[in-house]
T-cell receptor, first 115, second 115 residues
Framework: ETGVTQTPRHLVMGMTNKKSLKCEQH?????MYWYKQSAKKPLELMFV???????ENNSVPSRFSPECPNSSHLFLHLHTLQPEDSALYLC??????????????FGPGTRLTVL | GDSVTQMEGPVTLSEEAFLTINCTYT??????LFWYVQYPGEGLQLLLK?????DKGSNKGFEATYRKETTSFHLEKGSVQVSDSAVYFC??????????????FGKGTHLIIQP
């Protein structure tokens, strides 16, 4: 149990659907992250939030829309995705951003398949 | 920008064999270095970390030493078990000396331990 939960664990959607991924952390951390894990590629950082404010957006297409209503919850809203967006989406949290030594704690991920 | 290079697998060993997984990095500043492990169907778990040169991280029989002169953080274990079969990721954080930051990952090394 890492203290970071993600729902759903698996999601299949069509290219015209709208869905949302949810992440919740129970660790009292101030920073939350979305990563994308595709086959044969390194994990890619997508978004960083610090105290509910987005502080980094790594050139992610606008069909991915993050939301952080409070420091414990993070959402990733999906719309008009492409098949190449199929991947494992991982959420993580850490005590703070800007502190390289802090450990990031990961959730189990949502396995997304876009048809 | 920052980058991490690690040997790609699969790496197949017999139980009780000695394990080395090489990891080298490129970064500005003074990054912290991490090894994460991912078991099938799960998210990433922190295995060990080191935050400054010559530090040794260790956990569950695994060790890695932060070598600034060779920009390396090789993972070692003296006697592997079948339960060590997983994908291992080398990562760095904070290479640019501050600011909002996520982890920069290598591609992962798939380790298979045979009885």
């Amino acid at each position: 149990e890492t203290g970071v939960t993600q729902t759903p664990r698996h999601l299949v959607m069509g290219m015209t659907n709208k869905k949302s991924l949810k992440c919740e952390q129970h660790l009292g951390h101030n920073a939350m992250y979305w990563y994308k894990q595709s086959a044969k590629k390194p994990l890619e950082l997508m978004f960083v939030y610090s105290l509910e404010e987005r502080v980094e957006n790594n050139s992610v297409p606008s069909r991915f829309s993050p939301e952080c209503p409070n420091s414990s919850h993070l959402f990733l809203h999906l719309h008009t995705l492409q098949p190449e967006d199929s991947a494992l989406y991982l959420c993580a949290s850490s005590p703070n951003t800007g502190t390289g030594a802090d450990t990031q704690y990961f959730g189990p991920g949502t396995r997304l398949t876009v048809l | 920008g920052d980058s991490v290079t690690q040997m790609e697998g699969p790496v197949t060993l017999s139980e009780e064999a000695f394990l080395t997984i090489n990891c080298t990095y490129t970064a500005t500043g003074y990054p912290s270095l991490f090894w994460y492990v991912q078991y099938p169907g799960e998210g990433l778990q922190l295995l060990l970390k080191a935050t400054k040169a010559d530090d040794k991280g260790s956990n569950k029989g695994f060790e890695a030493t932060y070598r600034k002169e060779t920009t390396s953080f090789h993972l070692e274990k003296g006697s592997v078990q079948v339960s060590d079969s997983a994908v291992y990721f080398c990562a760095l954080r904070g290479g640019s000396g501050g600011g909002a930051d996520g982890l920069t990952f290598g591609k992962g090394t798939h380790l298979i331990i045979q009885p």
